[in-house]
């Protein structure tokens, strides 16, 4: 035990309940704070995944613009330059997951992809599901 400066007492530790109400306190409020931060994550992968639908989306009507033709392949964005990396789903974690909508084989132009979307299976605050973003 140690003793009290100012009346000489010897002074106790802290009661068991002092130490349980302080880690009731911590909890409380820890439980007050994670949905915030998960929150803030999730919203955080939305944004980058429309972002990404964006750059992607683009790339390939800026490929077909110049050759008349769509990619047959994410990768051949990345050669020809339309984007530096093909980036991977924010919700997958995962650059092989990408759904791709293929074009109609014709005579004069080969099967292409004409669109993308995310190959998460889950569903957006308003219950649409991230695959038909």
Do not use: C, N, Q
């Amino acid at each position: 035990m140690g003793h009290d400066t100012v009346t000489g007492r010897a002074t106790r530790g802290h009661t068991l309940i002092e130490l349980l109400l302080a880690l009731f306190i911590l909890a409380l409020l820890a439980g007050l704070v994670a949905p915030i931060v998960t929150g803030g994550v999730h919203r955080a992968k939305e944004s980058a995944l429309k972002e990404d639908l964006y750059r992607m989306r683009k790339a390939i009507d800026d490929y077909y613009a110049d050759t008349g033709a769509y990619p047959p392949e994410l990768e051949e964005l990345v050669r020809k330059r339309y984007l530096r990396s093909v980036p991977a789903d924010p919700l997958t974690e995962s650059r092989e997951s990408w759904r791709l909508a293929w074009s109609e084989e014709a005579d004069d132009a080969p099967r292409g992809i004409i669109d993308l979307h995310s190959g998460s299976d889950a569903v957006d605050g308003d219950g649409i599901a991230y695959a038909e973003w």
